[in-house]
């Protein structure tokens, strides 16, 4: 049985111009000690997604469908037993580490805190299992640390503090939302080669959301591309990248800057915008950016479904195949 | 941190030396000579110029300043011609009473303010909300003397649980001492609360909204810790403020409040010197009360420096 199933999950948020639809009936399922990677552009519904597995949506928003962690829908759990279950079994890694660590607190509170929740911890093993684990997330003098605050730690240091509590806890599952965006680039690789260490080690799940195909590829074991509220294409990360049938996640991975080009070219960016989310849809969601739409896009909604092999589903009339593959 | 300290110290000095100079010009002043106020049905103009010179009012403005500041500065803020007590005896006769009625109403004010203020911050625009905003918006547009007259037709006169009026030492009688400032001290914290109340709830709202606060969520943190520890100190830092200048203000006394409730403070020292022209005790009085507003002030940068470490080590 997989440790996450997420089963025709949807989430609306009321807006002065009316219901909008962030998550539009997505289904997902990750197994035990296997990475997910949730792409797509912003707005797309792949943070709301992740909020909703936590539990930590706006008050204001409606979720509908069911989320099974570890043999229990989520959506329907007591607050209780929720509070209990985050931090220890489900643990999350914001994007913005300038702003997800509480700048009057310090380090060490913050760590120590979330240990001393869940585990039978008395000060003094909280205190040894906190130096550990910053050691382990590669920070130097760890014991000086704790008595220091986030503004005294450089961005790429506050999110290894970040990646610390997520993991003080040994969670089953870690979903990292754009753990690397607001870092620098020389910064990313090394973040993301921790996440994936650890979670080798720790044998835990992990879902790691963004915009960035390259983030992905070769960390995931399965892709999920997101358009618009939908999952629109879903694959092993390698038979992902080897063809891609859906014409967004070709323009997305299009959209990647690479070397070899030339100087001043124009990148083949997306165009147009998605569509509005608070109107309803009609169709396929991506059909009016699509270069190879028709009109029976226009009219009927694309299901998700695998035509080649049972794993790789897509939802597309027109699918595309891509005869030389990209290596992952 | 000291170098903050220091840096904050050298900053108050300018600040002390205006409002030396401005006490001194506003009873200066005032109209009327001081000489004729004192010498009374006796102002013949031999009199008159015989007091002037002795009193130094002949002098330049300036060089009355210089000298008044100087006298100051080795602690002789001069001496009442009415009562012939010094501006210090006066001051430290009457500051326990100020001071006492300032940290009851401060303390009842923060009591009220401060829990109903999370409880709102918690579940913003709920029913809990909605009405609390709405008493403290009813309670802030009440003057103090109408709830003070209520307080007492209420407590004294229905009820009988509480004196109405009258003032005995703490050292002498605790209990009723306690009992004499129950009244005055909540007339000042019930127009106190609905302040303090309104910043931190609408600080604790914003705050509520941060990313840590998501996170501590996240960590599986009790609810009572997220809003206690994760929320409230960070939310603080304008309630510090605020209870700084409301603890300024009422040290000055309170001159409504101590004359209904005949409570022998600062504030009716200040209205005594008025009505009888004073103008030396009314001078040192405001001064002393300026300085100490400037001084909380100063306990206030302080704190903040305490509640929030970005301040402390300069990156704010």
Known sequence: MPLLTIEDVAVELPTPRGNL?????????????????????SGCGKTMLSRAVLQLLPRKAKLTGRVMFDGQDLVRL??????????????????DPMTSLNPVLTIGTQLMETIQEHLEL????AKARSIELLAAVGIPAPEQRLAQYPHQCSGGMRQRIAIAIALSCEPKLLIADEPTTALDVTIQAQILDLLAREQQRRHMAMIIITHDLGVVAGRADEVAVMYAGRVVERAPTPALFKRMHMPYT??????????????????????GRPPDPTRPLQGCSFAPRCRYATGHCREAKPGLKGAERPDHLYACFHPIRMAEGIGA | MLNFVVRRLLAILPVL??????????????????AFVILGDQATPENVAALRRDMGLDQPLWWRYLSWLGHVLQGDLGRSFRTGQTVLQAVAERIPVSLQLMLMAEFIGLLIGVPVAIACAARAGGAFDRFMTGSAFAMLSMPSFLMAILLIYLFAVELHWLPATGYVP???EPLANLRFFVLPALTLALAEWPGIMRVLRSDMIATLQEDYIALAKAKGLKPSRILFVHALKPSSLTLVTVTGINIGRLLGGTLIVESIFALPGIGRLLVGAIYTRDLVILQGVVLLVACGFVIVNFIVDMLYAVLDPRIRHGHA
């Open chain 2, 170 to 172: 703490f050292t002498e």
């Open chain 1, 250 to 271: 070709e323009a997305l991975l299009a959209a990647i800057p690479k070397l070899e080009i030339t100087p001043h070219t124009p990148l083949p960016a997306i165009s």
């Open chain 1, 122 to 125: 008395d000060a003094s093993a």
């Open chain 1, 78 to 95: 007591d607050r209780e037993s929720l509070r209990q279950l985050r931090g220890r079994d489900l643990a999350v890694v914001f994007q």
């Open chain 1, 21 to 41: 639809r962030a998550v539009d009936h997505v289904d997902l399922s990750l197994e035990a000690g296997r990475t997910l990677g949730i792409v797509g552009e």
């Open chain 2, 17 to 34: 030396l205006a409002v030396s100079l401005l006490t001194f010009l506003i009873a200066s002043l005032l109209p009327g000579d001081l």
